[in-house]
């Protein structure tokens, strides 16, 4: 069964630090990977990532894949309190057919 | 460009009765994927609409049904409900499923206790 784990299941920080939030997966057909932001109601999409190694950013945050070891990392740095929200990780599964597998997310709580 | 709109926003029902929950995509969107969010469970994926036509389908029981209309709209039924089914309804449009990855844009959901 497709799986996808994300850890840690959720975090508090003080303004100014560095997070890594993880996904590991397990699935067959992997097309890519997506990192989405959830504040209150809707998710946001942040990054997709299909390429091993290639390095996405955007502003503090950036986001890589390993496709070897089956993992892919989320890294906020000089974290502020705005960033406050669940960080959900998606893998896309195509056979035939595309399905998107959600983590259930990364809790993170900036403190001021 | 106007996001994805859900009506409604909120909804209560009692255990027993049945509800519809609307879902209007992106402009342009064909694909239509609706999920359940519960407290420690994530994102569970329900179904997804592609030119009306149920293309793929979660592991929920037969209660949880949908269409797509020929304008993209979509909507989601839950019958005889169960308290169980208090979530967040999402629901999340994209341009096509023919290829995976395409971004999906998330509506702002609807939110559904049963008492």
């Known amino acids: 069964e497709d799986k996808v784990v994300q850890s840690p299941l959720s975090l508090v920080v003080h303004e100014g630090d560095t997070v890594t939030l993880n996904c590991s997966y397990e699935v067959t057909n992997f097309r890519s990977l997506l990192w989405y932001k959830q504040e209150k109601k809707a998710p946001t999409f942040l990054f997709m990532l299909t390429s091993s190694g290639i390095e996405k950013k955007s502003g503090r945050l950036s986001s890589i894949l390993d496709k070897k070891e089956l993992f892919s990392i989320l890294n906020i740095t000089a974290t502020q309190t705005g960033d406050s929200a669940i960080y959900l990780c998606?893998?896309?599964?195509?056979?035939?057919?595309?399905?998107?597998?959600f983590g259930t997310g990364t809790r993170l709580k900036v403190l001021a | 460009k106007a996001g994805v709109t859900q009506t409604p926003r909120y909804l209560i029902k009692t255990r027993g009765q049945q509800v519809t929950l609307s879902c209007s995509p992106i402009?342009?969107?064909?694909?239509v994927s609706w999920y359940q969010q519960t407290p420690g469970q994530g994102l569970q994926f329900l179904f997804e609409?592609?030119?009306?036509?149920?293309?793929n389908k979660g592991n929920f029981p037969g209660r949880f049904s949908g269409r797509q209309f020929s304008n993209s709209r979509s909507e989601m039924n839950v019958s005889t409900l169960e308290l169980g089914d208090s979530a967040l309804y999402l629901c999340a449009s994209s341009l096509s499923g023919g290829r995976a990855g395409n971004e999906q844009f998330f509506g702002p959901g609807t939110r559904l206790t049963v008492l």
């Open positions: 609409y592609f030119s009306e036509t149920q293309r």
């Open positions: 402009s342009g969107h064909r694909s």
């Open positions: 998606a893998v896309v599964t195509t056979s035939g057919t595309y399905k998107y597998i």
